[in-house]
């Protein structure tokens, strides 16, 4: 089973508590396996214990991507959080751990 | 009317490096630079320092930037337009004059004021976040409205070489130039939704050509070391194509352009400005060449009503510390010392952290358990009420110098202020802003 590492890439941002990560694939003939495998829920269950609240994905096929909106990922919000990465900008590789 | 409109991005946050900015002005053809410089918490951190000193409060790099820039900025005829007014934009301006006096270069300064609504908000008002009441969360430092493209007008309008601005929002500092050269009006959903899409890929500066991207191998980038920092020649109707200056460091590619457009997007059907509703769904993007892609097709629908609010409050202390262990047994050891400073500290300070770095501080596990790191350094962590509280956390983990595991080395303590933020919202009528102009020229210094 490929890791999602091996078909597309990912970016981490933050809003909040908020954690939100794109999906995006290197090749355009990806875009639908990852459509098909990669479901908010799978994502949810693939971070389970980074992400505590609700994933709502979002498909954007013109750009080959999905983006994937995670709420409560982020110890209570970047601001005060104790965590070392307080922004969860590593978690777009902990996305890419993912197999498909 | 002009034909194209180039604009470059020279900072993507305040502590960003300097010198791209300085190509951009001097080679880059540009006839706009934006330099955005306030992140969450950096007003409410700049509201601070203009406690200690009313003549601060305002980006600490503001003088190195513009004593770099001010020189380029006129013999390019570029015109600067940046936020580094944080809390205190008039300051940044007589600051800015002071320069020029020095460099006799003669300037003109626009300041737009009036993001500042601490003296307006109620306790009582509800956090977007939680909807509790923000008095629950403790002493208010700060209370910023992000503005939009509207408020920088009259400014450009002045014929001012530089604005300065306290919050507004990111894109809408590139937004504005656009509006202004190519006069386009304000319910103009369409074209303010492409202008919005172009600025956001361009706010964080170098995380477009290939910074926050690299990884060797699979998404490599050309001398990192050299980053240069991107432009958008946007035309009439709010496309654009993508590029940066030759002989700069990174790329900019599909790849590189796609994650930045989707960064930090809630809802990329809807991104929310105070300009437009964005939909950045129907966006398509080409290659035009090396380093340059076109971006065109964002739609938009009308402005929110109200304006979002940033309110920055004191959070009291964090006090932190690490040690490391490394070669046999190293993560075994790494925990026990854990579980030492745990025991010692964990009935006073009831939210302790603790971290394994190297092993499991980022992801809280391992994708793959079975891996052993060869070495490991302990990360304690814990919020006080006062700093002298907050100190105890360090100086638990360097007693493990002599009461921990074996091997302990490197230790580092660490006692912070925090500051949070929460969001709220307020009626745009009750946020009216305002543009000061400073000006300094060699008659003033005659006279």
């Known amino acids: 089973m490929p890791k999602l590492h091996e078909l597309a890439h990912c970016r981490a941002g933050d809003k909040g508590d908020t954690s939100i990560l794109s999906l995006i694939a290197y090749r355009a003939e990806d875009y639908p396996l990852l459509a098909e495998r990669v479901t908010a829920d ?31 990922s982020l110890h209570g919000g970047v601001t005060t959080s104790l965590a070392l990465d307080a922004h969860g ?12 | 009317m002009r034909e194209t409109l180039r604009i470059g991005a020279g900072a993507g946050f305040s502590g960003d490096r300097l010198e791209p900015a300085a190509v951009l002005a001097e080679r880059g053809r540009i006839q706009y630079l934006v330099l955005e410089c306030l992140g969450e918490r950096t007003v409410a951190l700049a509201q601070l320092r203009k406690r200690n000193d009313p003549a601060r409060g305002y980006d600490p790099l503001l003088e190195r930037r513009i004593e770099l820039l001010l020189p380029l900025l006129r013999r390019h005829g570029v015109r600067l337009i940046t936020n580094m007014g ?17 460099q006799k270069t003669p300037i003109r300064v626009a300041v737009v004021t009036g993001d500042d609504v601490l003296a307006k908000i109620e306790p009582s008002e509800l956090t977007l976040e939680t909807q509790a009441p923000i008095a629950k969360y403790g002493e208010l430092v700060s209370a910023n409205a992000y503005l939009g493209a509207a408020a920088l007008l009259p400014a450009l309008q002045s014929g001012a070489d530089i604005v300065i601005t306290g919050r507004v929002a990111d894109p809408s500092l590139f937004v ?123 739609t938009g629908k009308a402005r929110p009503a109200k304006l979002k609010v940033s309110v920055g409050y004191l959070a009291g202390y964090v006090g932190e510390g690490e040690i490391s262990y490394g070669g046999a047994n190293a993560l075994a050891r790494a925990r026990l010392a854990g579980d030492i400073v745990r025991e010692r500290l964990d009935k006073a300070f009831t939210d302790l952290r603790i971290d394994l770095i190297g092993s499991t501080s980022l992801h809280g596990k391992s994708f793959d358990p079975t891996e052993q790191p060869y070495e490991v350094r302990l990360r304690v962590a814990a919020r006080a009420p006062t700093p002298e509280s907050a100190s105890l956390i360090g100086e638990e983990v360097e007693a493990l110098y002599t009461n921990g595991p074996a091997g302990g080395g490197g230790t ?26 400073r000006e300094w020229s060699r008659d003033a210094q005659a006279a």
């Open chain 1, 42 to 72: 799978a994502v949810r269950k693939h971070l389970r214990g980074i992400v505590l609240g609700e994933v709502r994905r979002y498909e954007l096929p013109a750009l080959w991507a999905l983006q994937f909106v995670c709420d409560r």
């Open chain 2, 86 to 102: 944080a809390a205190n934009p008039i300051a940044a301006a007589d600051a800015i004059i002071a320069i020029a006096r020095t």
């Open chain 2, 176 to 298: 504005a130039p656009m509006v202004h050269e190519y006069g386009w009006q304000l319910d103009d959903v369409d074209r303010l939704a492409r202008g919005t899409s172009i600025g956001h890929l361009l706010e964080c500066a170098g995380q477009l050509c290939g910074g926050y991207f690299a990884e060797p191998g699979r998404k490599d980038v050309p001398d990192m070391a050299h980053l240069g920092f991107p432009y958008a020649d946007v035309d009439a109707d709010g496309g654009a194509t993508l590029g940066k200056v030759e002989r700069t460091g990174g790329c900019i590619t599909l790849a590189t352009a796609k994650e930045q457009l989707l960064y930090e997007v809630t809802d990329p059907f809807g991104y929310v400005t105070p300009d437009v509703v964005a939909d950045f769904s129907t966006v398509t993007m080409r290659e035009a060449g090396p380093d340059r892609i076109d971006v065109r097709g964002a």
């Open chain 1, 89 to 100: 900008k590593s978690l777009s590789y902990a996305l890419l751990e993912m197999s498909v």
């Open chain 2, 412 to 437: 580092r303590k660490y006692v912070h202020e925090q500051v949070g933020i929460v969001s709220t919202l307020i009626e745009r009528e009750r946020v009216p802003t305002k543009v000061t102009l």
